[in-house]
């Protein structure tokens, strides 16, 4: 299948670093981040677990939960931990899902349909399991990422984009390329300029389609 933004993403029940999880249930009541890598013990994934960690308080202000996912398993996940934590300078407390037999990175679309797993495979038999989905409370898909091998994901960005998700969720602003928490919005197109005015306060009006407001708190 193939998932676009607003789709209700699809429920799996896997066994992860931290035990067994229903998806849709262990995300809750809180927004989620699900990323991939295509194999344990590789270096830039190295650094992308470590970088996840680091922000692990930046993700509980945020009610986010963050969950990582490999084709490899649990005994693997398990002993990794401790070279990311090494790396990281913090521990690595999110759960890892195994997903040997490939199963939820077709079921994300991650992978074609007839990707496998050779004898004594490499990261590059599984180089396109390197995704980053941005789930909500409603479980529907709010914004998807997908990186080559060779350039390891900018969580900071990761971590912007979630400010904006949350930020517009349920309001009628969008935020503009390269916003920051704070930072004027958008207005949407569906309020004329009084129903904006009354709803937001000052205009700052660039073009008749483009009008900013200060970010509602």
């Known amino acids: 299948m193939s998932l676009r933004i607003n789709d209700v993403v699809p429920d799996f029940t896997a066994t992860t670093s931290e035990g067994e999880i229903s998806f849709h249930d262990w995300i809750g009541d809180s927004y989620a981040i699900l990323f991939s890598h295509p194999k344990d013990f590789t270096p830039v ?23 990582g996912i490999s084709v490899d398993g649990v005994e693997e996940h398990s002993r990794w931990k401790g070279d990311i934590e090494s790396v990281a300078g913090a521990p690595a407390t999110f759960p890892i899902i195994a997903d040997k037999d ?83 919005v958008i207005v949407a197109l569906s309020l004329d300029d009084d129903a904006a005015r009354a709803k937001f306060g000052d205009l700052d009006i660039k073009l008749p389609y483009l009008r900013f407001a200060k970010q509602p708190s």
């Open 45 to 67: 994934c190295t650094t992308e677990f470590g970088a996840v960690a680091q922000l692990a308080d930046e993700w509980a202000k945020r009610n986010t939960k963050v969950i």
């Open 102 to 184: 490939l199963e939820i990175a077709k079921l994300y679309d991650m992978l074609p349909g007839d990707a496998y797993l050779p004898d004594g495979r490499t990261p590059n038999d599984t180089a396109t399991v390197r995704s980053v989905f941005l789930i909500g409370p409603d479980k529907k898909l709010r914004l998807t990422m997908t990186y080559p091998m060779s350039v390891g994901r900018n969580f900071a960005e990761v971590l912007r984009a979630l400010d904006a998700v949350q930020a517009t969720d349920g309001n009628p602003i969008a935020a503009p390329a390269n916003w920051t928490p704070g930072q004027d």
